[in-house]
């Protein structure tokens, strides 16, 4: 089964700058096989997933020398994503969220109910956007914030071409 690492808050500017030929050489390093980037934002595309995304985080670490959040995805998460009502429309992004939502986190979303968001499941939410993504409250920073856990954004087009690479 094909799998894909998101890594959040990479080669934003001059900030946190990780090459892509480097991310994907540790990566085969660490043993993972078949292992491709797509754009520089920081999707590690992969076979098999042989370690848990903290090990993953904790050579991030030491070869790049801060802190990278990741989160994995497999090729079905991805499907299950594309295939939802909202993911058709202009303007969608799609929020992966580093830890599934506990009871009291999913009660927390429903009292934010709006029309520009979606629960897939317990670790995906799909943003359907009026305005722009740097123009709505629901961006990667509320959801982090609200449910206190890290997350990562692509939008519509980067997680349909990941998925045509998987």
Known sequence: MSYVALLRGINLGKKNKVEMKRL???????????????IQ?????????????????TQLKETFGFDIPVTIRSK?????????SLFTNDNVYALFL???LSNEQLELLQHSVSDEFDLID?????????????QTKYNNAF??????????????????KILGKM
């Open 76 to 84: 079905e998460d991805l499907e299950k994503i594309q295939q939802h």
């Open 24 to 38: 994907r050489s540790l990566f085969e390093e660490m043993g993972f096989q078949h292992v491709q980037t797509y």
């Open 98 to 100: 580093k830890n599934r």
């Open 143 to 160: 959801f982090e914030r609200k449910l206190k856990t890290h997350s990562t954004v692509r939008n519509r087009n980067t997680v349909n």
């Open 41 to 57: 934002t920081g999707n590690v595309i992969f076979e098999e997933l042989i370690c848990e995304e903290e090990q993953i985080e």
């Open 122 to 134: 317990q670790k995906n939410i799909i943003i359907h956007l009026s305005n722009s993504f740097h």
